[in-house]
């Protein structure tokens, strides 16, 4: 077996002081900076979708489904309003927008119906102890 030893890497120079053309090509740049191209610079543009502010609901439908949760609206809204958060960062505008509706309309009616079924809880047993006094 013939084992040779091949250098791969070899020093492009290994006088360590510098010749005079590199300390002038150093000196023209410092001096007159980069070369200059008669064409004009180009540009580049990027464009990003603007960030569109659309509610998904999540406050209001926690706090419905915490609260005033009456037939399970609450919950289901609590649903609807994750379900258009998650298309939102997908990047589905169309069906975060209808998520959102449909969440929209349903914290409203638990909203109201929490609200009815309140007053009622509280009218209706002082009707009670009146009518027996």
């Known amino acids: 077996m013939n084992h040779t030893v ?3 890497f070899t020093p492009a120079n290994t006088d360590p002081t ?3 053309e590199m300390l002038k090509k150093e000196h023209e740049v410092a001096v007159l900076g980069a ?6 610079p180009t540009s580049t543009v990027i464009h990003t979708r603007s960030q569109t502010f659309m509610p ?3 406050v209001c439908s926690l706090f419905n489904t915490l609260f005033m949760n009456s037939c399970c609206r609450g919950f ?3 649903a609807y309003s994750v379900k258009s958060r998650d298309r939102k960062m997908v990047g589905d505008l169309i069906g975060a927008q209808a998520c959102a509706s449909t969440a ?4 409203i009616w638990a ?3 929490g609200i009815i079924m309140t007053i009622l809880l509280i009218i209706i047993p002082i009707l009670i102890l009146q009518a027996y006094q």
């Not at 929209?104 to 914290?107: D, G, P, R």
Request: overall charge neutral; some cysteine.
């Open 6 to 8: 091949q250098t791969f």
């Open 18 to 20: 510098p010749n005079y």
């Open 35 to 40: 070369p200059h191209n008669p064409a004009p």
């Open 56 to 58: 998904d609901h999540v």
């Open 76 to 78: 289901i809204a609590f």
């Open 104 to 107: 929209k309309c349903l914290n």
């Open 111 to 113: 909203l109201i119906l």
